[in-house]
């Protein structure tokens, strides 16, 4: 979820940087050209003061008007040599009333000839194009001679842009510079804040992780976030404490039940034995009911040991998973022999995270019913493996196996398939397996074994992390 939010919150950010920079940015380079527009307007305007009263052109008998347009070309000489900046006053007639450097004409078209014909209009630039730094071209500024109200002359100035460009650049690098810095200080208030808000989720996250695995007493701990967070994880307490309790309540009826029945079931079982010995030996009626008796204390001690599973705390420890396995296979091979059913293992030392004592009342269920429902003259194999993050044992037999509607079935509490009703059993063995399995982090799967049983898989974390 971070990886979500926190690229949200640090786009608005930029976004609003850039909305905040870029015009300040466009601002800045228009101030500068600004600054040097209006000091050109100065010259221009100085320079057509000393054009004003030349404005015919050269006279043997105009001494004054000589004197005056040396005058001139002396000032525009001066400004070229000192500023870098083409400066020229010409006629209308396009003829140069004064230029310097002397090899500067007005030119036909572009810029200069564009701010010459406005001025001859008696307008004096104000507004040129804005020059930005990538471009190199020259800021042109023009400015009309009147005399008696007329435009006889125009003054116009040719000015590089390096210097007001690299101004410019160097402005908006501070702007850059400034805008990173508050990008940082903004990623950093982003990661603050989306921390603050997610802890509580992904505390919130892990204890239902914890309690859907089995650990029902995981609770979210107080931490800070939102007051909304902070409600839902109070709220959310309070249901796995109102959860725990329900559930208490069933396993401790189960366990109570159970125990309480079987006292008045071994009573109820002995007079029947008592009732046997007074009717004539073989009678199938008395039989039958010893036969069901039997089965009910078998299934009420299956409910207290499921109980028992179910809310016990399993005892967790690095296990070698192939050596317990093989250890099993070793306990169930004289009943698989006396059935006549092959039951080998392969299991390699392997280690992995489990309670010992669950894992094994787990594998002698699976066990259990593989060899049961194993004809004779077939085989039951165990093997141990690993894929890095968890250990499996897997038990395969070539029993009639199960269809895929029975798979689904298959572990609920009391579910015996059609076909093996008359095999003895509750129904509750791989109830009782996958109890035991969840509470160490632990599971158990069914697949189909070709060409003909079942496979069924343990599956245990290799270590604590895995869980």
Not at 172 to 184: D, N, P, S, T
Not at 395 to 419: A, K
Request: charged content about 25%; overall charge negative; proline content about 5%.
């Amino acid at each position: 979820m971070r990886t979500r939010l926190l690229p949200l919150l640090i786009v608005l950010m930029a976004a609003v940087l850039l909305a905040l920079g870029v015009p300040l940015a466009v601002s800045l380079a228009g101030a500068q050209q600004q600054r040097v527009v209006v000091d050109r307007i100065d010259d221009t305007a100085r320079f057509a003061a000393l054009a004003q009263f030349v404005t015919e052109p050269s006279d043997p008998a105009g001494s004054d008007i000589d004197e005056r347009r040396e005058t001139l070309r002396s000032e525009l000489r001066s400004y070229h040599d000192v500023y870098g900046i083409r400066a020229g006053v010409f006629y209308r007639n396009d003829s140069p009333m004064a230029h310097a450097p002397d090899d500067w004409y007005l030119p036909r078209t572009g810029e200069v000839r564009a701010a010459f014909q406005e001025a001859l209009l008696s307008r004096r630039s104000h507004d040129p194009q804005q020059v930005w730094p990538w471009e190199r071209r020259s800021l042109v500024v023009a400015s009309p001679v009147i005399r008696d109200g007329d435009v006889v002359a125009v003054v116009v100035t040719d000015s590089p842009t390096g210097q007001m460009r690299s101004r410019i650049l160097k402005g908006w690098l501070v702007i850059a510079a400034g805008e990173a810095a508050a990008m940082l200080l903004a990623v950093g208030a982003a990661l603050r804040l989306t921390g603050w808000v997610l802890r509580p989720v992904r505390i919130l996250d892990a204890t239902t992780h914890d309690i859907a695995t089995g650990r029902l007493k995981s609770r979210v701990a107080a931490a800070g976030g939102p007051p909304e967070l902070r409600r839902l994880a109070r709220s959310f307490n309070e249901m796995a404490d109102n959860v725990e309790n329900v559930l208490e309540q069933q396993r401790a009826f189960v366990a109570d039940a159970s125990h309480q029945l079987r006292n008045p079931l071994s009573a109820l079982l002995l007079r029947i034995e008592l009732l046997a010995l007074e009717l004539p030996e073989g009678n199938e009626e008395i039989a039958s009911v010893q036969a069901e008796g039997k089965r009910l204390a078998q299934v009420l001690d299956d409910l207290l040991d499921l109980a028992l599973a179910e809310h016990s705390e399993p005892q967790l420890q690095v296990t070698d998973i192939g050596a317990l396995a093989a250890e099993r296979v070793a306990a169930w091979s004289p009943t698989a022999q006396a059935k006549g059913v092959r039951l080998t293992g392969d299991c390699p030392p392997t280690t992995g995270w489990a309670d010992p004592v669950a894992l094994s009342s787990a594998l002698d269920a699976v066990i259990d019913n593989a060899v049961k429902f194993t004809p004779e003259g077939e085989s039951v194999e165990v093997t141990v493996g690993s894929n890095g993050d968890t250990v499996s044992v897997v038990v395969t037999d070539n029993g009639p196996g199960l269809t895929d509607e029975e798979l689904t079935r298959i572990g609920d509490r009391f579910w015996r398939s059609g076909r093996h009703q008359n095999i003895k059993g509750s129904g509750l063995g791989l109830s009782i397996t996958r109890a035991l399995l969840a509470a160490g982090g632990g599971s158990i799967t069914y697949d189909h074994h070709e060409p003909h049983g079942l496979k069924v898989t343990v599956t245990v974390p290799r270590n604590a992390s895995a869980r």
